[in-house]
C-alpha cells in the first residue's frame, strides 16, 4: 500500500526541484486490493465488493497530487499522473475503476476486441475521453485555426463508422446504402491511418508535431471529399487504394522524395485528377 505514496512523494521532491516529471502508477488496482485486505484485517466496515468505504476519498486523494506548481524562484514544476487500473475480467464497473474515472482528467480504454483485431494500441475511440481539450482549446487551434473542430470531426465520423459497421453484422453490407458504406470506409482509414501506429518501425513509431498536422489535414480534406461512385465494389476498390497510399505515407520519411510522391498522389486524386475519383 505505501508503494503508490513513496512514489508520488518522489515526484513530488523533484517537481519542487523545477522539473517536469511524470509517474507511472502500474497497477492502481493491486494498490485498491492492499486497502482492501489492510481494512479487513482492521475489522473495518467493507464497502462495495468488500473495498474498504473511504476508497473513493483515498484514490482521489493521491491523484490530486499531481499538478503544475508556481516555485519562489518563479520557476515552475510539474507533476503528471498516470494510473493503470486492471479490472478483472475486463469489468469497467467494479469500485476501483469506476473512482477511478471520478477523478481522472482522461481516460484510454483498452478493449479486447482490437487486441484480437491486430489494431495496436488497442485504446478503443468509442469509450475513451479527455476533459482537457476544451480547457487546451486555444493551445491547439495554434497548429491550425479549427484544429479542435477537426479532432471532433474525426471523432463523429469513427462513431458513426461504428454503428454502420454493427448495422452491417445484422443485416450484412447488402442492407445498407451506398452513402453509408463510404462513410464506413472512410471511419476505416482515420482508424487504420492516425489511431494504429507500429512500434517496431523507426518512422511510425514517433513522429514531428509538424508531420502530426500535415498528415492530419490531409486525412481530413480526404474525410471532407465527396466521392461519386456508382457501386460498392468501386468504392470499396478505390477507398482500399487511398488506404494504401495513406499507408505507404505513413511509413516514409517526412519530407523526402518517397513521401512527396505519395502525398502527391492522394492530393491528386482529391483535386480530381486521380484514378480515385
Known sequence: E???????TLGEYYRQLGL???LLADSTSRWAQALR???????????????????????AAVYERAGKVRLFNEGTGSLTMIGSVSPAGGNFEEPVTQNTLKVVGAFHGLSRSRS?????????????WSLYLGQMNASLNTRHEKWVDL???????????SEIHQMMLVVGEEGIGLDDLVVYLKAEIIDAVCLQQD????????S??????????????????????ESKEQAKGQMIHIQNLFF??????????????????????????????
Open 2 to 8: 505505501a508503494s503508490i505514496y513513496t512514489g508520488v
Open 151 to 161: 479532432v471532433q470531426e474525426a471523432h463523429n465520423l469513427i462513431f458513426k463508422g
Open 248 to 277: 505507404q505515407l505513413k511509413y516514409c520519411p517526412f519530407g523526402e522524395e518517397a513521401y512527396q510522391r505519395y502525398r502527391s498522389e492522394i492530393e491528386a486524386i482529391l483535386e480530381g485528377k486521380g484514378a480515385a475519383n
Open 37 to 59: 485486505e489492510s481494512s479487513a484485517r482492521l475489522e473495518e466496515i467493507p464497502g462495495e465488493e468488500a473495498f474498504p468505504a473511504y476508497l473513493e476519498s483515498r484514490i
Open 199 to 206: 512500434s517496431f518501425d523507426p518512422v511510425d513509431r514517433a
Open 208 to 229: 514531428s508535431r509538424e508531420r502530426q498536422i500535415s498528415d492530419f489535414l490531409l486525412l481530413m480534406a480526404m474525410v471532407r471529399h465527396s466521392f461519386h461512385f
Open 116 to 128: 484480437d483485431q491486430r489494431r495496436y494500441p488497442a485504446i478503443d475511440p468509442l469509450i475513451s
Open 20 to 22: 517536469k516529471v511524470l
